[in-house]
């Protein structure tokens, strides 16, 4: 294994850990309803289920926060904050909100009627949750590619150009409000969409009078990639390719909570400004006040100063760098993962880990469960408990990919703890062979079911039950 390349900063403020017993991450397990996501904080050792708003922020960025300006209209701190996203994004309007669902919310109650169909390169849980409520229908036009963990595709987060075409000869482009493009693509591992598939997306859809927008919580991320991987943006910089990929896009939602650093905040940002001034009317009904919307002063100024410190290239490198660490010491021991390693997570591949957990069984729930009993890890389940049910029929989705989600937060963790991981993870797959049963449904919520489902083991001899802890 290399040397792993020192991080670009220094620590100067520690948060305890606090270490648990089997037993007690049994019990905690127990509580929770075997659902990671209902676990305390407290009884988790590293944390790996989001990097959404669990990351470090710099000195910077806790300097700034004493200069938020918490009047109710007009802060100073807003224009701060639309400065920078004019400065790094590029788009002119912008709502703020208080993160990004809120900004998915604004932007489907604007654009989406009953009747409507909206292509997208991969679901995702929030994202199309909005849409399904406002009366869409999510239409997954991303490559086959991304949906084969093992594939090496460098661009798995690409649009099937041919798939969008054949939707908009359906369905009409009357019926499509906007394209949905992730970068990156967050269900599918973290994976990039290139700066060519996107200029050729963007083409295709103003053809056909219908805009895109751009699920920006990672973009940075993707911009990288693109620099690493498309030849012709080698030699431009982070910030720069970041610019070109919004510049081929009519609007993003932005969860600032990623690439931003930053523990709360998101906004949506739109060129079209009759679009613009419809989402401030909505933004003061549902958020607040259209030059805060939802967050403080302190929030929006942290924000600006993390969209500056985010493309700085040895930031975003030490960054994609820990998160291929770990992925290359997991996929050295032989785990399935989703190939190549993405931007912000490893994603092991737990149908092909579990073969014999029935998928009615939940592998990647049931897996996640496994690895934190045995450390105190916890991961996130992205797989048919995250998909949900069809609207109309009431069945159970199941992707393809059943994954589950070791996200890294960003400035966080050391590389002793990306060791410990590999090695609970890599202890568990050896003793996959014993997990041959799953979990089942007790309690199971109607929409985004994968936060506060509830389940049980299905026999009673699996080693998650209660009675298998000595």
């Known amino acids: 294994m290399p040397r792993h390349p020192a991080e670009p900063w220094r620590i100067k403020m520690v948060e305890p850990l606090r270490t ?8 905690a397990l127990q509580a929770a309803g075997y659902n990671i996501s209902l676990l305390r904080s407290e009884d988790v050792y590293i944390d790996l289920y989001t990097d959404s708003g669990t990351n470090a922020m710099s000195d910077r960025q806790w300097a700034a926060m004493m200069t938020g300006d918490e009047a109710y209209a007009g802060a100073r701190s807003f224009y701060r904050l639309e400065a920078a996203v004019r400065e790094y994004y590029g788009y002119e309007h912008l709502i703020p909100t208080h993160q990004g669902r809120g900004a998915e919310n604004i932007l489907s109650r604007i654009l989406i009627r009953p009747g409507h169909h909206v292509p997208g390169n991969m679901y995702f849980t929030t994202t199309r949750a909005h849409q399904e409520l406002n009366g869409g229908t999510f239409h997954d036009v991303i490559i086959d590619e991304a949906h084969d963990p093992a594939c090496e595709h460098p661009f798995k987060g690409n649009v099937d150009l041919a798939k969008l075409e054949r939707l908009i000869d359906d369905v009409g482009p009357r019926s499509i409000p906007y394209v949905c493009v992730a970068a990156t693509v967050n269900m599918a591992g973290g994976q990039p969409i290139s700066l060519a598939n996107l200029t ?7 053809r056909h009078g219908i805009p895109v927008i751009l699920d920006a919580a990672r973009a940075v991320e993707n911009a990288w990639f693109i620099k690493q991987r498309e030849k ?4 431009h910089s982070v910030a720069a390719v970041l610019r070109e990929i919004c510049a081929r896009t ?12 930053a523990n709360i905040g998101g906004w949506l940002a739109l060129r079209d ?5 419809q989402a401030r009317n909505l933004v003061v009904l549902y958020e607040g006040l259209h030059t805060y919307g939802g967050m403080a002063g302190r929030d929006m100024e942290a924000i600006s100063v ?3 410190e985010s493309v700085q290239e040895e930031n975003i490198k030490a960054r994609i760098d820990q998160v291929a660490y770990l992925g290359q010491q997991l996929a050295d021991a032989g785990l399935p993962l989703v190939r190549p390693t993405g931007g912000h997570a490893v994603c092991i591949d737990a149908a092909a880990t579990l073969p ?7 592998p990647a729930q049931t897996l996640a469960a496994a690895l934190y009993l045995d450390s105190g890890v916890r991961a996130a389940e992205r797989g048919a408990v995250s998909a949900g049910r069809d609207r109309a029929t009431g069945e159970n989705r199941y992707p393809r990919l059943e994954l589950v989600r070791l996200t890294i937060p960003r400035r966080v963790y050391t590389q002793s703890h990306m060791d410990l991981v590999a090695d609970s993870a890599i202890r568990v797959h050896k003793q996959r062979d014993r997990l041959d ?5 007790v309690h199971e919520p109607e929409n985004l079911r994968f936060f506060q489902a509830r389940f049980a083991p299905a026999a009673p001899d699996s080693p998650l039950a209660p009675a298998q802890i000595s």
């Open 20 to 27: 648990t017993t089997r037993r007690q991450r049994q019990q």
């Open 200 to 206: 050729r997306v963007h083409e295709l859809a103003h």
């Open 232 to 235: 012709a943006w080698r030699e």
């Open 250 to 261: 009519d609007g993003a939602a932005m969860s600032a909570k990623k690439d931003s650093y």
């Open 273 to 277: 400004p009759h679009l613009a001034e």
């Open 306 to 308: 993390g969209i500056a």
């Open 356 to 362: 014999r957990v029935p998928r009615e069984q939940f």
């Open 437 to 441: 049963s799953g979990l089942v449904f």
